[in-house]
């Protein structure tokens, strides 16, 4: 019940002697709900509700322009990150082959 404190009065129950205001009741409940539902949730989630229906968001239709766009972008990021990872192996490699001829007695001496 106190999930359900901000609904205040407006809580049906169904009794075994229902008369037409009951009916009533559960239609203002069920507006009640779906506005609380609607400020809580947002427009879909209160939609959902009232229709008893989950809604489906449409796919939103791409220019073929963007499209081309983006995939050049992508591209040449990726030929920019494959051209620094290259360039970073070199340098290993190279790294690699000089420290046998580095004297690392100079470093600690700071000369």
Known sequence: MAACAELGNNMFTLGKDSKAKDADQFR???EAMALYIRTKYGKESARE???CAEFVHPIPAVDAA????HGAKVLAHTTRITAKLTAMR??????????PAFDIDLVEKGI
């Open 49 to 51: 509700f009232e229709h």
């Open 66 to 69: 963007v499209t081309l766009i």
């Open 90 to 99: 070199l340098l290993k490699v190279q790294l690699a082959a000089a420290a």
């Open 28 to 30: 203002k409940t069920s």
